[in-house]
C-alpha cells in the first residue's frame, strides 16, 4: 500500500489551507466567546488535529516509497532556495510601512530578494512581536511551518504549469536542455 | 461575551466548509492505507474533531447567553 505523490500533493494542499481556515475560525470564536469558552476549545483542538495531520502526512511524504523525483526533489529545492541570491536593489516606495520597511533592510543586507521565504519569515516574527507584545518558539515554529507551506503549495502550482506548459518558459528548457527535471526556482519564491 | 446569530451563522457556515473541504482525507488514506494504518486513524480523529465543533455550533442556543451589558450612554 502506498500513496502516489499526486495524492501527497493534494492532501498537503487540503490540509495546509484547512490549517489556516481552522486558526482563524478558532481566533473569531475565541474572541467573540472567549478562550475557555467550550466551542472555542472544540475549535482549538479541530486546529491542532489538523495542524498535526499535516505534519504527519508530510512526514511520510518525505519517507515515502513512491514518491522518487517528486517531494524528495522538493526537499532538494528547500535546501537550494536557502542559498544566497543576487541582492534585489531596494527601492523604497514612499509609504513604506515600519514592518515592510524592515523587511526590506534585512534583505538587502542577507543579500536575499524580497520575495524570499527568509525575510518574509522575520517580518512575520516582527509582526507577532509588536501586536503581542512577545513570541514563543511554538509560535515561531508555527510561523515558519506557515511560510514552508506556503513554499511548498507555490512550488507545486510552478511545476504543475511547467509540465502543462512548458512552452512558456522558454528560459529554463535553455538551461536544462537535456533533462525532463523540474524547474526549481532560485532564491526566494514563495 | 456575546455572538448574535449573525455571527454564529458565520462561524458555522465556515466551520462546515471547513469540514467540507477536509472530508476527502480520511477517505483517501483509508482507500490508500487501510482502515487500520496509523494515518488513516489520525485523519479520521481530526474529521471527528472538526464535527464535534460544527455540531456544537449548530447546537449553540444563542438565548441562553448571559444578557449583554447595556452599552447605551444616551448620547
Not at chain 1, 39 to 56: D, F, G, H, Q, T
Not at chain 1, 150 to 162: E, G, K, P, Q, S
Not at chain 2, 10 to 16: F, M, P, S, V
Not at chain 2, 60 to 73: G, N, R, V
Request: glycine share 6%; aromatic share 4%; net charge negative.
Amino acid at each position: 500500500m502506498h500513496i502516489p505523490e499526486a495524492d501527497f500533493e493534494d492532501l498537503i494542499r487540503t490540509l495546509s489551507e484547512a490549517r489556516s481556515r481552522a486558526t482563524e475560525l478558532a481566533t473569531s470564536i475565541s474572541a467573540r466567546l472567549g478562550t475557555e469558552h467550550r466551542l472555542a476549545v472544540l475549535a482549538n483542538a479541530a486546529s491542532l488535529r489538523i495542524e498535526s495531520m499535516l505534519r504527519e502526512v508530510r512526514s511520510s511524504a518525505t519517507q515515502g516509497t513512491d514518491i522518487a523525483g517528486g517531494l524528495a526533489e522538493l526537499q532538494g529545492a528547500l535546501h537550494i532556495e536557502t542559498q544566497p541570491v543576487t541582492p534585489a536593489p531596494v527601492n523604497p516606495s514612499d509609504h513604506i510601512r515600519p514592518g515592510m520597511e524592515a523587511m526590506t533592510a534585512f534583505a538587502a543586507q542577507a543579500g536575499l530578494e524580497l520575495e524570499h521565504w527568509l525575510p518574509m519569515f522575520v517580518n512575520d516574527l516582527n509582526s507577532q512581536v509588536r501586536t503581542s507584545g512577545g513570541i514563543t518558539f511554538e509560535l515561531a515554529e508555527r510561523l515558519l511551518q506557515q511560510r514552508k507551506d506556503d513554499f511548498l503549495r507555490d512550488f507545486l502550482i510552478a511545476r504543475r504549469m511547467y509540465r502543462t506548459y512548458p512552452h512558456l518558459f522558454p528560459e529554463i528548457q535553455n538551461e536544462q536542455p537535456s533533462s525532463e527535471s523540474q524547474p526549481i526556482p532560485q532564491g526566494g519564491a514563495s | 461575551m456575546i455572538i448574535d446569530a449573525r455571527e454564529l451563522n458565520d462561524l458555522t457556515r465556515r466551520a462546515t466548509d471547513l469540514m467540507s473541504e477536509t472530508a476527502d482525507v480520511p477517505r483517501v488514506l483509508r482507500n490508500r492505507l487501510g482502515e487500520q494504518h496509523q494515518l488513516a486513524q489520525a485523519a479520521q480523529e481530526m474529521q471527528g474533531s472538526i464535527e464535534s465543533l460544527v455540531q456544537e455550533l449548530r447546537c449553540f442556543d444563542i438565548s441562553a447567553q448571559p444578557a449583554a451589558a447595556d452599552t447605551y450612554d444616551g448620547s
